[in-house]
């Protein structure tokens, strides 16, 4: 979900966001897939980090992110009007004293509108992808009134393959309240619509655009006719480029992504804290060592642990897995499989980081646990994880000393700070 960044409360000519006819089981699954990540501001994630994580502006409240999720889920899932959604609103605002900022009929509309569109966008990439191999075009389909932005306007009946890179920053909805949509194509659709393949995308001309954030105005580069925070395919970002692209993932870099909302300055420096338990002795020789004492570390095959802003944290074999899928990785880490638990229940920082993968395109989500544990020398103990249907997974745990390391894992967005 994204916020307005410039309306301040006043209402926008809207379009109507009208309710599906049948279930669209892509846009659901898009937005039931989705982490709720506390945020300060529209501003603190950016483009394809949306299609990863849940927000509402300024709620930081586990309790109340996790209601609002579900009353959007609820309403793609069962084709619910705005009105309908805006009794959830009130009731969601009254359970738990929300002090929004904007009016009542504008706030829910941003967030019904907003939610609806891009799921349903991306969901409709998933469908693209599966038949491109059929309908290998598409159509750029924009909604020719008065209320058309011009260059929207202007890209109307424009014609590429499904692969074009115009789609990575073009594929709509371009801005807030965009109506624009595609239609996938094959030769014979072209024909019946009196169409014909594009000679080259529309030139992309990139104009700068200023915005507000916590620690001031901020002058951005975006593509003419795009809204700020709109230049990016949802769908790939949370699908992948097709099932190919996401066979050959592992041999693309992944780039981490900022957010212009992002925290800037010094931090404080981490507290140095004794280690709950004692990590274990020895190393593991093979993949049935890693195992057993992971079992040892856990109690059994997997835990199940809460972190301190309420999300669920699943401690398993995915660990043991992402060791033996790399040897570089086994480099005796197992020793800390102790510390896990504890480091997820009570760690100093929580932090959330985003990565896109150069081939598939896809944005993966990162949760990153900041401890700095007394093992002797003043070594720290970090943990990343990757986020998994919800819950969290792949562990991966960092060492070395002091604050050097904590400065490499406090990045991206800091939702949690131990008082």
């Known amino acids: 979900m994204r916020f307005c960044p410039n309306c301040g409360g006043v209402a926008l000519a809207a379009a109507e966001a ?8 892509e ?17 603190d994630i950016w483009e394809g980090m949306h299609s990863q994580a849940f927000v509402v502006a300024g709620a ?62 991306a969901g409709r990439w998933a469908q693209i992808q599966r038949v491109k191999q059929t309908r290998p075009f598409l159509r750029y389909v924009a909604v ?63 104009v700068e655009r200023t915005i507000n954030t916590p620690t001031g105005p901020r002058t951005l ?50 507290p140095h804290d004794r280690a709950p338990v004692a990590p274990l002795r020895g190393s593991a020789t093979n993949e049935a060592d890693l195992r057993a004492a992971l079992r040892e570390a856990l109690g059994g095959d997997e835990l199940i642990v809460a972190d301190p802003i309420g999300a669920r944290v699943r401690l398993g074999q995915a660990i043991v897995d992402h060791l033996v899928a790399d040897p570089s990785r086994r480099d005796g880490r197992e020793r800390y499989f102790p510390l896990m638990p504890s480091l997820v229940s009570d760690p100093a920082e929580v932090w959330v980081g985003w ?13 990153r646990y900041v401890r700095l544990m007394d093992l002797g020398g003043g070594r720290t103990i970090g ?11 792949g562990m991966t745990f960092f060492r070395g000393s ?11 967005l800091l939702v949690y700070r131990r008082s």
């Open 60 to 121: 930081r409240s586990s309790a109340l992110l996790a209601d609002f999720h579900e009353a959007v889920n609820r309403n793609v899932d069962e084709g619910r009007t705005i009105e309908q959604f805006r009794k959830d609103f009130d009731r969601i605002v009254d359970d738990h004293g929300w002090d929004y900022k904007g009016g009542r009929n504008w706030r829910s509309r941003v967030i019904f509108d907003t939610n609806l569109r891009m799921a349903y966008s």
């Open 144 to 206: 020719m009134d008065a209320r058309t932005r011009p260059l929207h306007r202007g890209w109307h009946d424009t014609v590429l393959h499904v692969d074009d890179p115009w789609w990575e920053t073009h594929y709509p909805p371009n801005g807030w309240y965009c109506r624009c949509t595609v239609m996938s194509l094959n030769e014979r659709d072209l024909k019946r619509y009196g169409l014909k393949v594009s000679d080259r995308a529309p030139a992309i001309e990139m």
């Open 355 to 367: 990565a896109q993968n150069a081939v598939s395109g896809r944005v993966a989500l990162r949760r």
């Open 402 to 412: 002091g604050n050097k390391l904590a400065a490499n894992l406090r990045r991206g």
């Open 221 to 270: 580069l975006v593509p003419e006719g795009i809204d700020p925070g709109f230049a990016y395919n949802p769908g790939s970002a949370g699908f992948g480029r097709g099932a190919e692209s996401l066979a050959l993932e592992r041999h693309g870099d992944w780039r981490s992504l900022s957010a212009p909302g992002q925290p800037t300055g010094d931090l404080p420096p981490l």
């Open 383 to 393: 943990l990343v994880a990757d986020a998994d249907a919800g819950e969290w997974s």
């Open 18 to 25: 009208v309710p599906f006819a049948v279930k669209p089981r």
């Open 27 to 43: 846009a659901i699954d898009f937005l039931r897939r989705k982490v709720d990540v506390p945020t300060r501001t529209w501003t």
